[in-house]
């Protein structure tokens, strides 16, 4: 027979993981080895505190800790349960509890798991300030979380800025059981102001999104019809940007793949990024009408020393489909700190009177290596923060003559090449951003292209 106190596994970053288990001090050594040998079958998996959440909702995520066979397995399993509730985004908090079962059909090995959820309420709200670029914004966001007990989230939200004012409101669908499978649709109005190209440009517009993953990849679908007004941001705008101005709309159809192993987003240390992103506009409708490709590529391993080694490769192509040439707006810019470092934002290639004009074609690479603080002690803290930046970015952004072929255009592609090389200092800001300060030496400098030493 066995008899054990109740396992309470508290707060949103349970304690227990499955690596920590083998080493758990609960127990002395030999009643753990009891412990861990000894079968035992769960009985029960309850879900206690829910109010509009529907239970067959909840149904897939709790059922693998039935499959539990003795206690460590079943401590493991309600772990990965608890996770799995949380990730749904519709509770607060998720405790476990894990009990000896009671009442008539209790068996002497039998187990009862509780999950104490914490729904969130049903309308929460969020306010925050952005700054950049030589702007200040306010934005409000208002969440319907769970609005019909299956996960549904309703989102507004709401940026009132010093140059615009923009908003948007979702729909978001996860298939129950399949939290990754999942339809959005979204309501818009954005204002861009693009200084590099003297325009100015707000987009209203409705977009339905379906997410599904797919053996190792995901897989996003999309339509989106939009309705795009053009517009000169100061009178010094050339004649080629006045000539873009005007209203258009756009209706496209896009498909992205995505295989990701990265261990964070941000300043990986190892793991490879593969995103494909093809968008075909034009034929459900609309002016602008064109088929645009575009490839990234990211490997990250960690190096000498605690160092990081980070290899990076953009390219991508715009073809217009019609007799109509490609839109300001729609073609591809390059340089700046996410691209070729040392010259300034999208300020390379094609331009006109100082007015960059995008381009039909481009490709960008960099080599990169993150190293950590020399002066750093070990124990964490602010300098894990901070990381040591080396880099080499090279890249080309050009437009395209369609009737020359393939061999041309990578002709057109490798002449005047331009490419940076540099150092710097990186601050990680969570898992969000993060900020660099770099000193950059710009190399490969044509007529035209702006160029900075200091990021």
């Given at each position: 027979d066995m008899s054990m106190d109740s396992y309470p596994m508290h707060g949103r970053d349970l304690g227990v993981n499955p690596d920590d288990l083998e080493v758990m001090e609960a127990v002395q050594e030999t009643k753990q080895e009891v412990l861990e040998n000894k079968d035992v079958v769960v009985q029960h998996v309850n879900i206690e505190g829910m109010g509009r959440t529907k239970e067959d909702y909840l149904g897939y995520e709790i059922s693998d800790v039935f499959a539990a066979r003795n206690l460590v397995e079943v401590m493991r399993k309600s772990h990965e349960a608890r996770q799995r509730l949380l990730r749904l985004g519709i509770f607060k908090e998720v405790e476990v509890v894990i009990d000896v079962s009671e009442?008539?059909?209790?068996?002497?090995?039998?187990?009862?798991?509780?999950?104490?959820?914490?729904?969130?309420k049903r309308l929460t709200g969020s306010y925050n300030t952005m700054v950049g670029n030589?702007?200040?914004?306010?934005?409000?966001?208002?969440?319907?979380?769970?609005?019909?007990?299956?996960?549904?989230?309703?989102?507004?939200?709401?940026?009132?800025?010093?140059?615009?004012?923009?908003?948007g409101l979702s729909f978001f669908k996860p298939q129950s059981g399949y939290y990754e499978r999942n339809f959005t649709l979204n309501l818009y109005k954005v204002t861009g102001q693009f200084p590099w190209s003297s325009l100015k440009e707000t987009d209203r517009g409705v977009s339905t999104e379906l997410n599904f993953p797919l053996w190792m990849t995901d897989h996003t679908l999309k339509w989106e019809g939009v309705w795009r007004e053009l517009g000169c941001l100061a009178r010094s705008a050339s004649f080629a940007v006045r000539e873009e101005s005007g209203h258009t709309l756009k209706s496209a159809l896009s498909h992205t793949m995505v295989i990701d192993t990265r261990n964070s987003a941000?300043?990986?240390?190892?793991?490879?990024?593969?995103?494909?992103?093809?968008?075909?506009?034009?034929?459900?409708?609309?002016d602008a009408s064109f088929l645009k490709e575009d490839v990234e590529l990211q490997l990250n391993r960690p190096f000498?020393?605690?160092?990081?080694?980070?290899?990076?490769?953009?390219?991508?192509?715009?073809?217009?489909?019609?007799?109509?040439?490609?839109?300001?707006?729609?073609?591809?810019?390059?340089?700046?700190?996410?691209?070729?470092?040392?010259?300034?934002?999208?300020?390379?290639?094609?331009?006109?009177?100082?007015?960059?004009?995008?381009?039909?074609?481009?490709?960008?690479?960099?080599?990169?290596?993150?190293?950590?603080?020399?002066?750093?002690?070990?124990?964490?803290?602010?300098?894990?923060l901070f990381r040591t930046?080396?880099?080499?970015?090279?890249?080309?952004?050009?437009?395209?003559?369609?009737?020359?072929?393939?061999?041309?255009?990578?002709?057109?592609?490798?002449?005047?090449?331009?490419?940076?090389?540099?150092?710097?200092?990186?601050?990680?800001?969570g898992n969000i951003a993060r900020l660099e300060l770099n000193y950059c030496f710009p190399m490969g400098v044509q007529s035209g292209d702006r160029y900075i030493h200091i990021h």
């Open positions: 009442g008539a059909d209790a068996l002497p090995n039998g187990l009862d798991v509780t999950f104490e959820v914490t729904e969130l030589n702007e200040g914004s306010m934005v409000l966001g208002i969440k319907l979380p769970n609005m019909f007990g299956r996960g549904e989230k309703l989102t507004f939200q709401f940026s009132y800025g010093t140059k615009e004012t923009s908003y941000i300043l990986p240390r190892r793991g490879a990024l593969l995103r494909i992103n093809q968008e075909l506009a034009g034929y459900t409708g609309g000498i020393w605690g160092s990081v080694l980070s290899a990076s490769l953009w390219g991508g192509m715009i073809y217009p489909l019609g007799a109509q040439p490609t839109s300001i707006a729609d073609r591809f810019y390059l340089g700046g700190p996410t691209s070729v470092r040392g010259f300034s934002m999208y300020s390379i290639g094609p331009q006109s009177e100082g007015d960059y004009l995008g381009g039909e074609a481009y490709w960008a690479g960099g080599l990169h290596l993150y190293t950590p603080l020399p002066f750093r002690s070990n124990k964490g803290g602010l300098a894990d930046h080396f880099f080499l970015n090279a890249g080309n952004l050009c437009n395209l003559n369609y009737g020359e072929g393939p061999y041309a255009h990578l002709q057109k592609l490798a002449e005047c090449i331009r490419w940076s090389y540099g150092a710097g200092i990186i601050l990680r800001l």
